[in-house]
C-alpha cells in the first residue's frame, strides 16, 4: 500500500514538473523530491507517505521576557490511509533543533507557540486528524540558547535515523516582535 501511495504522489511530482518548460534540467533535478524514501531536501521531509514542506523560517523576540525564539511555519500533507497524521505529530516526531554554544551542542526546547494575530490561522488546525489527499499548516518556536547557528535535523521516527539536515545561519533571519498578550507588534529584518 506504501509503495502505491508512493508511486502516486511520484506521479504527482513528475506530472507537475513536466508542465513547467521553461526550467532546464539540471533545475528541475536540483528541485525534485523522491516520494518513494524517506529524505529531507529542499525544506521538504517525505516520509511513509506524509510530506511536511517548511514555508517560512524566522526569529521571535517576546517582549515581555526578551527571549529569542526560532520560528518555522510548515505544511503536512497526508497520503495514506492512517487516521492519526496531524501537522504537529509529524513535525515531532521527525524533526530536532540543535545550536552550538562554546562548550556543547545543545538541543533546543519548544518554546511557547505563537498563535494570535497574523499566526492563528497557522496554528489553527495544527492538531486537527488530516484527511487522506489533504494538508494541514503548523507553526513550532524553540528558544534560542544564543546567536549562534542551528542545525535542523531530520529524523526518521520509527528509527530516529537521520534522513538529512540544514543549517541555519540565525543572523540571516527576519525579527517579529511578538507579545503574548496582544500579538504580533512588528517585523523587521535582522541586523546582527
Known amino acids: ?19 513547467n518548460s521553461n526550467n532546464n534540467s539540471k533545475e528541475n533535478k536540483k528541485e525534485s523530491v523522491d516520494a518513494d524514501k524517506s529524505q529531507f531536501k529542499n525544506d521538504t521531509l517525505t516520509i511513509d507517505g506524509v510530506a511536511l514542506k517548511i514555508k517560512d523560517t524566522f526569529l521571535i523576540n517576546e517582549l515581555n521576557t526578551g527571549d529569542k525564539f526560532l520560528a518555522f511555519k510548515y505544511e503536512v500533507e497526508n497520503n495514506t490511509n492512517a487516521n ?17 554554544t562554546q562548550d ?28 487522506k489527499g489533504k494538508s494541514a499548516k503548523g507553526i513550532v518556536a524553540y528558544k534560542l540558547q544564543d ?37 504580533i507588534t512588528t517585523k523587521t529584518a535582522n541586523t546582527q
Open 84 to 100: 492519526e497524521i496531524t501537522a504537529q505529530n509529524v513535525w515531532l516526531s521527525n524533526m530536532k533543533v540543535e545550536q552550538k
Open 1 to 19: 500500500m506504501k509503495k502505491v501511495l508512493g508511486l502516486l504522489l511520484a506521479s504527482t511530482l513528475v506530472l507537475g514538473a513536466c508542465g
Open 104 to 131: 556543547t551542542i545543545k538541543q533546543l526546547k519548544l518554546g511557547p507557540t505563537p498563535n494570535t494575530g497574523i499566526f492563528e490561522n497557522w496554528n489553527k488546525h495544527s492538531e486537527d486528524k488530516i484527511k
Open 147 to 183: 546567536n549562534g547557528d542551528v542545525t535542523l535535523k531530520a529524523t526518521k521516527d520509527s528509527d530516529k535515523k537521520e534522513i538529512g539536515t540544514k543549517k541555519i545561519k540565525i543572523n540571516e533571519l527576519n525579527t517579529v516582535d511578538y507579545d503574548v498578550k496582544s500579538g
